[in-house]
């Protein structure tokens, strides 16, 4: 899966002319609606911390809690695919839909959409009461 990922980020910026900026991608945010400029490779959860979007992530991005977990609402279908891992951790969040992943997991190679599920996200919670 790495190997693939790694070749789609060669392809795009083997077809970058010369002088041409690298390719970067549209990340959303709901429901702040924020939309963020993302590198190819970079994992949803990296892209919300460097943009100050509240997203919990108690295990520091290693797979092993679901509190960054986000429900994707366009893009879904040109996501790279989820790892077992993924899938087990996955299945103790809270308000699990079929687009659902874990934001830690997952790389951007494509413009996306997603949700932070407001009920399970503590930061979220926090930056509300004040
Ligand atoms: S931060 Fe813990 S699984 Fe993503």
Same mark, same amino acid.
């Given at each position: 899966m790495e190997t693939q990922q790694t070749l789609e980020v060669c392809e795009v910026n083997d077809k &970058?002319? %010369?002088?041409e900026a690298p390719r970067t991608f549209k990340v959303t945010f709901l429901p702040m609606g924020v939309t963020i400029e993302a590198k190819p490779g970079q994992n949803i959860l990296e892209i919300a911390l460097a943009n100050h979007i509240p997203l919990d992530h108690n295990c520091g991005?290693? @797979? *092993?809690? /679901?509190? @960054?977990h986000v429900i994707v609402k366009d893009g879904f279908d040109k996501l790279p695919p989820m790892s077992d891992e993924e899938s087990d951790q996955l299945d103790? *969040? %809270?308000?699990? $839909? &079929? $687009?659902s992943r874990l934001g830690c997991q997952v790389k951007v190679f494509h413009d996306i959409v997603v949700e932070i599920?407001?009920? /399970?996200?503590q930061t979220w919670r926090k930056a509300e009461q004040h």
């Open positions: &970058l002319k %010369e002088g991005g290693n @797979c *092993a809690c /679901s509190t @960054c103790e *969040a %809270e308000s699990l $839909t &079929l $687009t599920p407001q009920g /399970s996200n």
